[in-house]
Every structure is written in C-alpha cells, then in structure tokens.
C-alpha cells in the first residue's frame, strides 16, 4: 500500500484512468462486434451505417492511449474491408 501523500493520489488516479480506459476499450470492442455480426448475417447496409460509430470508437479509443495508433488504423482498415467486401 502507499505509504506518501503522492502515491496515494497516484493511485486514486490510476483507478479512475483504469474505469475510463477500460469503457473506451469495451465500447470499441462492442460496435466491432456488432458489425461483424451485421456483415455475417447477410445486413450490408446496417453494416456500412454502422461504420461511422465503429471508426468513431476506435478512434477514440486509439487518441486516448487505450490502444496504439497502428492498431486502431489497423482495426479501422480490417472492418472496412469486410464490409465492402463481395
């Protein structure tokens, strides 16, 4: 446990990052699934109207740290070329 005043602030912060970082990271995972689903069942065009948030998760995901900015252009890249594919 800590034991200075820093270090527990330190730590008061972290927990709060943690709660945030972990929403961006879900929310992102989430709209990701939900467009895969989208594309496997055949619904294109829910598909590509999902898009836009799906770019908007991860997005945010990768400018607040959660996830690096190649990764996030790499999902970026990866979703859409499954939803304009066929």
Same mark, same amino acid.
């Given at each position: 446990?800590?034991?200075?005043?820093?270090?527990?602030?330190?730590?008061?912060?972290?927990?709060?990052?943690?709660?945030?970082?972990?929403?961006?990271?879900?929310?992102?995972?989430?709209?990701?699934?939900? /467009?895969? $689903?989208?594309?496997?069942?055949?619904? %294109?065009?829910?598909?590509? &109207?999902? *898009?836009? +948030? =799906?770019?908007?998760?991860?997005?945010?995901?990768?400018?607040?740290? /959660?996830? $690096?900015?190649?990764?996030?252009?790499? %999902?970026?890249?990866?979703? &859409?070329? *499954?939803? +304009? =594919?066929?």
């Amino acid at each position: 446990m800590a034991i200075k005043k820093s270090a527990k602030k330190t730590l008061r912060v972290s927990a709060r990052k943690r709660v945030y970082n972990i929403r961006r990271k879900r929310t992102a995972h989430d709209v990701l699934k939900r /467009v895969q $689903k989208l594309v496997a069942e055949g619904k %294109r065009t829910e598909a590509e &109207a999902m *898009l836009a +948030s =799906a770019y908007k998760a991860i997005d945010k995901a990768g400018k607040g740290g /959660v996830i $690096k900015k190649n990764t996030a252009a790499r %999902r970026k890249s990866r979703i &859409a070329r *499954l939803v +304009s =594919a066929k």
